[in-house]
């Protein structure tokens, strides 16, 4: 029989005898012909022998009639469409050409070779396909290991982000993400951008340092989400809103606080903004707006006690210093504002400023107390920062003596025991105070809004030679003695 070189047929149909078991090839020999699970037609195949013989064709299954014979006295079975057995029609394979190679050898025809040159043509074309065949071989490989990298990688990933955080894997993918592309290519979404403004809000030079080694949003990215966060005067409701989920996973301890404020000079400015429509600079305290230009901004802030975390909620634009009357109101709202959220304010601190005394005072004449007052029932404690004690109490040296009674004796610490001590000291071959100089006890010259000016004259060594010169005779007074600032 005559078999079209489009179709194949069954190995299944061969007996043993016909097939080719040898370690260089496989497959079946030259005369083999289909002998198992035939039908019962009789077809006629004409062998390599040309010898004609009759073969019948038992056993067939339903999925072997889709072979297609042509016989001189037959016609073609054609049942293609019930087929569904292992004989199927495949594309003839092209034929690999090998002209080029003849033509390298200036002939077009490999007849045309001589006989040595047709052995060097076998030789190339025997080497060309072990090429072509260990390309195959590789490409196979390659694709191989990648699906097993490819799963490894999976499973890798899986088992590492069991034991860590969302954070950590967020940060890892955005990384896998963008460190490919270049800076301009890189996007990252708003989680991405809060994280990386917590790292730069930290520290700058760190931030910096690590934008060369991770993909990171350049620093305008972040300063124009920052710039989206609407920022009025007054209290900010969004912020008492994030501190409110945040104290919900707080223990008793960690919501304990303080409030904190402070006033400081401003450059007189006007500046239209555009988000808002509005003009900036101008007195504003949240509740009301007024057309002065504001040369005063006043900040409140809230901070623990027990654990380290701190954040402004509030502030306020004035001309010249804020009213006791206003900040007063202001100090009352804000302290009811972190209580109604879940916070315990303990104490308030402040400066010794002329409108922060005034409006303790108010607040201590109110609840008719000299140390506490209260807001929704709760006591506050008003408290001046220590860094303003100290200068307080230089200034008031400066201009007053202090009277001290020890010992059933009234004593005197003056100003001018402290100004002896520094010529005495000035005036030795070894001085014993090197670092005192005029800018700290000289009037005239002492710079009173540097706290450490004032810290340094109160340090022990200056109060234990000071102790010490006033027993030297005729160098400082015996009431110096008293005057322990340490």
């Given at each position: 029989?005559?078999?079209?070189?489009?179709?194949?047929?069954?190995h299944r149909h061969f007996s043993e005898e016909f097939r080719v078991t040898l370690p260089s090839r496989t497959g079946i020999r030259a005369n083999a012909?289909?002998?198992?699970?035939?039908?019962?037609?009789?077809?006629?195949?004409?062998?390599?022998?040309?010898?004609?013989?009759?073969?019948?064709?038992?056993?067939?299954?339903?999925?072997?009639s889709a072979v297609n014979v042509i016989s001189p006295n037959k016609e073609v079975l054609q049942e293609e469409q019930q087929s569904q057995c292992s004989?199927?029609?495949?594309?003839?394979?092209?034929?690999?050409?090998?002209?080029?190679?003849?033509?390298?050898?200036?002939?077009?025809?490999?007849?045309?070779?001589?006989?040595?040159?047709?052995?060097?043509?076998?030789?190339?074309?025997?080497?060309?396909?072990?090429?072509?065949?260990?390309?195959?071989?590789?490409?196979?490989?390659?694709?191989?290991?990648?699906?097993?990298?490819?799963?490894?990688?999976?499973?890798?990933?899986?088992?590492?982000?069991?034991?860590?955080?969302?954070?950590?894997?967020?940060?890892?993918?955005?990384?896998?993400?963008?460190?490919?592309?270049?800076?301009?290519?890189?996007?990252?979404?708003?989680?991405?951008?809060?994280?990386?403004?917590?790292?730069?809000?930290?520290?700058?030079?760190?931030?910096?340092?690590?934008?060369?080694?991770?993909?990171?949003?350049?620093?305008?990215?972040?300063?124009?989400?920052?710039?989206?966060?609407?920022?009025?005067?007054?209290?900010?409701?969004?912020?008492?809103?994030?501190?409110?989920?945040?104290?919900?996973?707080?223990?008793?301890?960690?919501?304990?606080?303080?409030?904190?404020?402070?006033?400081?000079?401003?450059?007189?400015?006007?500046?239209?903004?555009?988000?808002?429509?509005?003009?900036?600079?101008?007195?504003?305290?949240?509740?009301?707006?007024?057309?002065?230009?504001?040369?005063?901004?006043?900040?409140?802030?809230?901070?623990?006690?027990?654990?380290?975390?701190?954040?402004?909620?509030?502030?306020?634009?004035?001309?010249?210093?804020?009213?006791?009357?206003?900040?007063?109101?202001?100090?009352?709202?804000?302290?009811?504002?972190?209580?109604?959220?879940?916070?315990?304010?303990?104490?308030?601190?402040?400066?010794?400023?002329?409108?922060?005394?005034?409006?303790?005072?108010?607040?201590?004449?109110?609840?008719?107390?000299?140390?506490?007052?209260?807001?929704?029932?709760?006591?506050?404690?008003?408290?001046?920062?220590?860094?303003?004690?100290?200068?307080?109490?230089?200034?008031?040296?400066?201009?007053?003596?202090?009277?001290?009674?020890?010992?059933?004796?009234?004593?005197?610490?003056?100003?001018?025991?402290?100004?002896?001590?520094?010529?005495?000291?000035?005036?030795?071959?070894?001085?014993?105070?090197?670092?005192?100089?005029?800018?700290?006890?000289?009037?005239?010259?002492?710079?009173?809004?540097?706290?450490?000016?004032?810290?340094?004259?109160?340090?022990?060594?200056?109060?234990?030679?000071?102790?010490?010169?006033?027993?030297?005779?005729?160098?400082?007074?015996?009431?110096?003695?008293?005057?322990?600032?340490?």
């Open positions: 029989m005559q078999i079209y070189h489009r179709h194949r047929v069954c012909y289909p002998t198992l699970f035939l039908s019962e037609s009789q077809l006629i195949y004409k062998d390599v022998n040309g010898n004609n013989e009759n073969i019948n064709l038992n056993n067939l299954p339903s999925c072997s004989i199927k029609e495949t594309p003839r394979k092209a034929r690999k050409s090998y002209g080029g190679i003849i033509r390298k050898f200036g002939s077009s025809r490999q007849t045309y070779l001589s006989d040595e040159v047709k052995d060097i043509y076998k030789k190339v074309v025997t080497s060309y396909k072990h090429i072509t065949r260990n390309k195959r071989l590789v490409a196979s490989f390659k694709s191989r290991f990648a699906n097993i990298s490819s799963s490894l990688r999976a499973e890798l990933l899986k088992n590492l982000f069991e034991h860590v955080n969302k954070p950590t894997v967020d940060f890892f993918f955005s990384q896998l993400a963008n460190q490919p592309k270049t800076p301009k290519s890189r996007r990252f979404t708003i989680q991405e951008k809060v994280f990386a403004i917590a790292l730069l809000k930290s520290s700058g030079k760190t931030y910096k340092l690590l934008s060369k080694i991770f993909a990171f949003p350049s620093k305008s990215t972040c300063l124009a989400l920052l710039r989206q966060i609407p920022m009025r005067a007054g209290l900010n409701e969004q912020i008492f809103l994030s501190l409110k989920s945040a104290v919900q996973n707080m223990s008793i301890s960690g919501r304990s606080c303080i409030v904190m404020f402070d006033e400081m000079s401003l450059a007189p400015n006007l500046q239209y903004n555009i988000k808002e429509d509005c003009i900036d600079g101008l007195e504003n305290t949240g509740s009301y707006k007024r057309a002065a230009i504001a040369d005063y901004v006043n900040v409140f802030m809230v901070k623990g006690l027990f654990r380290k975390w701190k954040q402004p909620v509030s502030f306020t634009y004035s001309k010249g210093p804020i009213k006791s009357t206003l900040l007063k109101h202001l100090i009352v709202k804000v302290i009811g504002k972190c209580q109604e959220i879940g916070l315990k304010v303990l104490c308030t601190v402040c400066d010794q400023g002329s409108a922060n005394q005034a409006a303790i005072n108010s607040l201590l004449s109110q609840s008719r107390s000299c140390s506490e007052f209260q807001v929704n029932g709760e006591k506050i404690i008003p408290l001046y920062d220590i860094p303003h004690l100290f200068k307080g109490i230089r200034n008031n040296l400066l201009k007053k003596n202090l009277y001290i009674k020890l010992d059933n004796k009234l004593n005197i610490a003056k100003w001018e025991h402290i100004i002896d001590l520094y010529y005495i000291d000035r005036d030795a071959p070894m001085r014993i105070c090197p670092r005192l100089t005029e800018q700290h006890v000289i009037p005239g010259k002492i710079n009173k809004m540097k706290v450490k000016i004032c810290t340094q004259v109160f340090s022990y060594t200056v109060a234990s030679h000071l102790v010490t010169f006033s027993k030297w005779k005729d160098n400082l007074p015996n009431d110096a003695e008293r005057c322990l600032f340490g």
